[in-house]
């Protein structure tokens, strides 16, 4: 199928794409191989989506599409600094997973699959559900009881078989992984082509920039598959030679849950002992990231950095963001609430070029929207 292959990075095994797998033998998390990137030549100009950059894939793969990508980079003031915002929500389940979903389903539809197993908060499991279902394939999808109503009502009204599990995101996550002996799982979280789908924000960045690079990306980050994907995009284009250097990454999570950032400050590419509490940033509330080393090898290898926000300052940020007329859910107004911290540490500095990826519709959050304007 490809002379590409899968990479557990940890071991240094190899495995043949076209095998159905998920996981390597050892039980850790795998990648595509490094591919060489592709150059403004490869870009198919006549395809409105994020397979124009299907070149840059291991492998040549039949999309299932729902127009995914593209997103706009809006240019806003931010108090005296001037941002780019990608507008990943305007998406087609209004999410950035769905970048994910599209080159990571087509992929296992090409494989034969039928039938596929997903554990989400809400974007991952409503991109796949209906990438699932534009396929063809029968999908079950895991989510916590807390999640928002109008995420498992999305999931639902494509047809998948939603179960409600009791407990955190990680008690989610546990029981995917006890069922997914029954089913295939295409865990967002952990299937390698998923992140070949989002290394295509890169790649959009790049050709809205005019062919080159920003200075800084901002990212929201729960498991990191943004920070991953942005990584994997930007050092393509750089062993392409289409880019001088890479842009700097700089992660954000909520407070109340961030492992990476707390691994960040330890010097540590492992789990380090952290305190967990509730965040309205459901989105980000990933306690054992299963990438966390990679994540956090993409963060230093870009010189960046990860930070994290109180909820009152996600708060603010929402309604911030709101009255420049993006309206996000609290997942992406961390971006937001990270700002003006970013500025004043010096990490980002005036006059460079700076792009906040805002990654879900405040539609998804509407219910807890609703709530702020009452009483």
């Not at 850790?28 to 198919?44: N, R, S, T, W, Y």
């Not at 069922?179 to 979280?189: I, P």
């Not at 929402?318 to 990270?338: D, K, N, Q, W, Y």
Request: charged share 20%; aromatic share 8%.
């Amino acid at each position: 199928m490809s002379q590409a292959q899968y990479l557990d990075p940890r071991t240094g095994n190899r495995y043949s794409l076209d095998e159905p797998r998920w996981r390597s033998d050892a039980g850790g998390p795998l990648l595509v191989e490094a591919l060489p990137g592709i150059g403004k030549d490869d870009i198919d100009s006549k395809t409105r989506s994020l397979w124009r950059y299907r070149a840059s894939l291991p492998l040549d793969i039949k999309p299932v599409t729902l127009g995914e990508g593209c997103t706009p980079l809006l240019e806003k003031s931010w108090g005296k600094e001037q941002l780019l915002f990608k507008a990943d929500w305007i998406s087609p389940t209004g999410s950035f997973k769905d970048k994910g979903a599209t080159v990571m389903v087509s992929f296992l539809k090409q494989l034969g699959i039928d039938a596929i197993l997903e554990d989400s908060s809400g974007n991952g499991g409503a991109a796949i559900s209906a990438y699932g279902v534009a396929a063809g394939m029968r999908v079950r999808i895991l989510c916590p009881e807390s999640t928002q109503p109008a995420k498992v009502a999305q999931m639902r009204i494509f047809g998948a078989d939603v179960r409600l599990i009791p407990g955190t995101r990680q008690d989610t996550e546990n029981a995917a992984l006890q069922q997914a002996s029954e089913v295939f799982y295409a865990s967002h979280n952990w299937h390698p082509f998923f992140l070949q789908g989002t290394k295509m924000t890169a790649y959009e960045i790049w050709e809205d920039l005019g062919f080159r690079a920003p200075d800084n990306v901002i990212l929201p980050v729960g498991a990191g598959s943004n920070v991953m994907g942005c990584d994997l995009g930007f050092c393509e284009l750089l062993a392409a030679g289409q880019i001088k250097k890479l842009p700097r990454i700089f992660g954000v999570q909520p407070a109340a849950c961030a492992p990476i950032k707390a691994s960040f400050d330890a010097g540590s590419f492992d789990l380090v002992p952290t305190e967990f509490s509730t965040t309205m940033a459901e989105g980000a509330s990933i306690r054992k990231p299963v990438r966390l080393k990679e994540v956090l090898s993409a963060v230093h290898r870009s010189a960046g950095a990860m930070v994290t926000v109180r909820e009152d300052e996600i708060l603010a940020a929402l309604h911030r963001l709101a009255g420049m007329g993006l309206f996000v859910e609290p997942t992406s107004a961390i971006v937001g609430a990270a700002i003006d911290q970013l500025y004043a540490s010096g990490k980002i500095r005036s006059g460079e070029t700076t792009v906040a990826l805002l990654s879900g519709s405040g539609l998804k959050a509407s219910a807890f929207v609703t709530k702020l304007f009452e009483g």
